[in-house]
């Protein structure tokens, strides 16, 4: 995944300092009321921290739940990645689908995408896809990189990126093109398959389909 910073982006997150300050006027209010008519000097209050907003989010299809942006490690500003070895144990490799996306329409400017990329064992990063303030959510397929020997890696990570939306875009097309060439080559097997049947009213067309 590359390592860039320069990239523009605008994140619009409620005020940590109004949470605390609203979470301390319920607690007074709670706390004088339930002191109110006693003679007993109120107690010193322990005020809880509100947790950092959810800049992002991302659920493992059937084997996870929602996993927020805290949970991430940040490498700069605007990348993160997330170890899933003590997550799924090091079965990362069963884990076929994530779902990645943004909770709030303002996260993002209309110029920024979120960027999703998987990494396993001593592969590159790959891309995979992304989610934008247009399409906030989606289900990408991971395609877990394998060694050059057909095993799969010993651990596995996958990289976020807030990125300009002009470079996703090659991105973006390299992947359906990719796809594209995929689906000739499978049709152009099952061309040349039926074709060798050719002459043969044995088989009828929904047989030959089955058996290939």
Known sequence: MRSKTCCKYRIVVA??????????????????????????????????????????????????????????????????????????????????DVCLFIPNANLLDNNSALVLYVQAGNSPWEYRGCVSNVQPSEVFPLNWPLNPDGTVGPNAQIGVSVEPTAEVVGKEQQVLGSKEEFAKRVAMDLFRYMESFIGDDRLGVGNVIDNW
């Open 15 to 96: 005020s940590a300092e109004e949470e605390g300050t609203r979470n301390f006027l319920d607690l007074l209010h709670y706390h004088l009321r339930a002191t109110e008519g006693s003679d007993k000097t109120p107690e010193p209050m322990a005020l809880v921290p509100a947790p950092p907003p959810m800049l992002f989010g991302a659920v493992f299809v059937r084997k996870s739940f929602v996993i927020s942006s805290d949970s991430f490690a940040r490498a700069d500003a605007t990348h993160w990645t997330l170890d899933l070895a003590p997550l799924l144990q090091g079965a990362y490799h069963e884990v076929r």
